[in-house]
């Protein structure tokens, strides 16, 4: 069955209406225009490259000053997939503002809305590669943190960066009100960002499984990793062990008992043996019984 065009993927939130209206009526409906179609390229970039690695488009939403595009599995495939899908919004925005420049300088005149397209790319571009959740660099540096910190601890950083975000450009758009400036897309933009990092699920679980299920594979790519030793108590989840385990490294876990009092050394084939068999909720301790 051939799959829909990815136009007719775009849905554009009613909020996103609403806006328009207010910046119509203000003199600014240019500036959303040009910031919808910004938005717009950025995100069917990202559905056209995931298309292109064979991935489903649910579908791409637009809102005002952001959109996403959702795209189920994505966080299953391998890194570099991801990666490829996340840089390609923004990049998008740089080429098209750096064709718009070409286009404007071969011009006899210089159009107030071409430089508008050039600035709207731009700031968008440059603003989704903040490495804060919601935004693509959120999604780039939890893949390099994963590797420093483990995937829970990466994932809570992007998060809270994103929410700290937010909580800063809304206060610095309260601070131009009470001076006498009004910012509306300043604070429609921070709530925007607050409300995605809020909203953002939690990915770990899922990176875990796409990890484990690639690591004989990275092994044959590269032979050689470091041992990571955990020292862990018996009755903790084996699900919450498996969240502090790092990417590209072998993991051997020390259980103790309540005294610090060494109960057994498990490995790290032990544990995901125990995953599948028993689920995460199975405290650590009893896979030393089995």
């Known amino acids: 069955m051939a799959r829909a065009p990815l136009w007719r993927q775009v849905r554009i939130n009613p909020l996103f209406l609403g806006v328009l209206v207010l910046y119509g009526a203000a003199g600014h409906g240019r500036t959303m225009i040009i910031a919808f179609l910004a938005v717009t390229l ?3 970039t990202h559905a056209v490259v995931a298309d292109l690695y064979g991935l489903d488009i649910e579908r791409i939403e637009i809102w005002p000053f952001g959109g996403m595009a959702r795209i189920p599995g994505l966080d299953t495939q391998d890194p570099y997939v991801e990666t490829m899908v996340a840089v390609a919004g ?12 070409a286009f404007q300088r071969a011009l006899p005149m210089n159009p ?3 430089t508008q397209f050039i600035e709207a790319n731009l ?3 440059a603003i989704n590669l903040l490495p804060v959740a919601p935004l693509d660099g959120g999604r780039l540096a939890r893949l390099y943190l994963s590797r420093q910190m483990g995937y829970q601890e990466s994932e809570r950083r992007v998060r809270e960066g994103g929410l700290w975000l937010a909580r800063l450009l809304f206060a610095a758009a309260l601070a131009m009100l009470a001076g006498g400036q009004l910012q509306l897309g300043l604070g429609i933009f921070a709530a925007f960002l607050y409300w995605g990092a809020y909203r953002t699920p939690h990915h770990a679980p899922y990176l875990i499984i796409r990890d484990l299920g690639q690591r004989i594979l990275g092994f044959q790519r590269r032979p050689v990793w470091t041992v990571e030793d955990l020292a862990v108590r018996g009755d903790v989840a084996l ?3 498996i969240r502090v385990m790092r990417p590209l490294k072998y993991h051997r876990v020390v259980v103790l008992d309540a005294d610090m009092r060494r109960m057994g050394i498990l490995y790290e084939e032990a544990l995901l043996s125990g995953m599948e068999r028993f689920g995460p909720e199975l405290p650590i301790a009893e896979l030393l019984s089995g």
């Open 239 to 241: 699900g919450d062990v």
């Open 123 to 125: 700031a968008i571009g």
């Open 90 to 101: 923004p990049l998008a925005n740089f080429f098209w503002a750096a064709f718009a420049w």
């Open 42 to 44: 950025h995100e069917l």
């Open 112 to 114: 107030e809305y071409v």
